[in-house]
Nanobody, 122 residues
Framework: QVQLVESGGGLVQAGGSLRLSCVVS????????MGWFRQARGKEREFVST????????FFADSVKGRFTISRDNAKNTVYLQMNSLKPEDTAVYYC???????????????WGQGTQVTVSS
């Protein structure tokens, strides 16, 4: 069984930065593409970013491109989301996921974390 635990969320002012982490249990971390999704209150969950199993390829939603970066450390079973130049519209619960990169360069998730709240004040 694969378990994902996110951390690093919190309250930040607009223009600030946060780094989310997601630790994955199990020995199969390096087999999975990893990604982040977010869900704002009253809205559907949306794709944010994904990274290939090797870390060699990364993809981003247009709304975060140029502001967010994704990385992974396969030795630590951890994936990171560095979020810079945060905006109030980035406020959401952020979910880590493990799965497969789709032909549209998003992530088809097989496993989900419990989510971590990110709040950006104006």
């Amino acid at each position: 069984q694969v378990q994902l635990v996110e951390s690093g969320g919190g309250l930040v002012q607009a223009g600030g930065s946060l780094r989310l982490s997601c630790v994955v249990s199990g020995r199969t971390f390096s087999r999975y593409a990893m990604g982040w999704f977010r869900q704002a209150r009253g809205k559907e969950r949306e794709f944010v970013s994904t990274i290939s199993s090797s870390g060699g390829s990364t993809f981003f939603a247009d709304s975060v491109k140029g502001r967010f970066t994704i990385s992974r450390d396969n030795a630590k079973n951890t994936v990171y989301l560095q979020m810079n130049s945060l905006k109030p519209e980035d406020t959401a619960v952020y979910y880590c996921a493990a799965g497969t990169i789709t032909p549209r360069y998003t992530l088809r998730a097989d496993y989900w974390g419990q989510g971590t709240q990110v709040t950006v004040s104006s």
